[in-house]
C-alpha cells in the first residue's frame, strides 16, 4: 500500500511573525493547524508539527495523486483564511511538497522524507503558495 508525506510550509512566516509579534504568529499557527485536521479526517492519517513554521501530513494507502488533492485542499483553505500581513500586502499562504512511495524493504523512510521536502523546495523556488508532487519514478526528485 502507498504511503504519502505531504511537507507544508508558511509562506513569509518569518516576515509575518516580525511584523505581528510572537502571539500573532502563534495565533496563526493554530488557525493553519486547524484548517490541516479539517481536512485530514480518516482514521490512521496524521497532521502534526514538524518544526517552526512547517507542518506534514502523513496519508495512509494514498497515491501521490490522492495526496495532491488534499495538499491542494489544504493551500486553497489556508489561502482563504485571508491572514494578511498589512505591512507586505500579502496574505500567508503555504507551500506543499507531496510524495508517496510503497514501501519495501529498499526504501528507507528517510527517502520518502527527503523526496517530500525535494518537492517542497521545488514549490517554494517556483513562486510558493503551490503543491509539487515528487513521482517514485521521477529520477529528478
Sequence with gaps: MPLALIMIDIDHFKNFNDTYGHLSGDQALMKIAEVIKG???RPGDLGARYGGEEFVVML???TAEDAAVV???IRRRVEKLGLENEETKTLLTVSLGVASFVPDNQLAQEELIAAADRALYKA?????NKVVVCQQEDSDC
Design 39 to 41: 481536512v485530514i479526517k
Design 60 to 62: 495512509m494507502n494514498t
Design 71 to 73: 495538499a491542494e485542499e
Design 124 to 128: 517554494k523556488e517556483g513562486g510558493r
